[in-house]
């Protein structure tokens, strides 16, 4: 049974390496970046860097049944693969602080968004942002 279940969940990590998203609303300006009941982003941004990186970083106002983030990253905006993770413990009412570099890119011009997946295993998914590599 648990050797099933491996193979379940590793199906399920490979195929959500992948996210295929319609036209999203597209990028915030403000300084909240996105917002639902599990989690507020503040000022997201992505800067290249002189390494042909792109760091991207934001904060969280809050977390609420969150247990990982992970910033996706696409060529095209409109197939997205995870990137990075982190996962995380807890609620939390303080201001964290969170920062990736990405030195695999794709493109002239990325697109990042950040997915958090919640206690019960749902996932939801901010709006994209868009920057010129270097």
Do not use: H
């Not at 990982?68 to 095209?76: F, H, N, Q, V, Y």
């Not at 695999?104 to 996932?123: A, I, P, V």
Request: include cysteine; glycine fraction near 4%.
């Amino acid at each position: 049974m648990k050797k099933i279940l491996l193979a379940i969940l590793t199906g399920v990590s490979i195929a959500s390496c992948t996210k295929t998203i319609s036209t999203p609303q597209g990028a915030a300006n403000q300084n909240v970046f996105f917002k639902d009941a599990d989690v507020l982003v503040e000022n997201m941004v992505a800067v290249p860097t002189a390494t042909n990186s792109i760091t991207v970083s934001f904060s969280t106002g809050f977390e609420n049944n969150i247990t990982r983030i992970e910033l996706m990253s696409s060529a095209s905006a409109t197939t997205f693969c995870t990137t990075q993770a982190i996962d995380v413990t807890g609620n939390s009412s303080v201001k964290k602080n969170y920062s990736f570099s990405d030195s695999n890119l794709k493109g002239s011009t990325m697109y990042y968004l950040l997915r958090f997946k919640n206690n019960n295993g749902d996932w939801s998914y901010s709006p994209y942002l868009s920057v010129k590599a270097n």
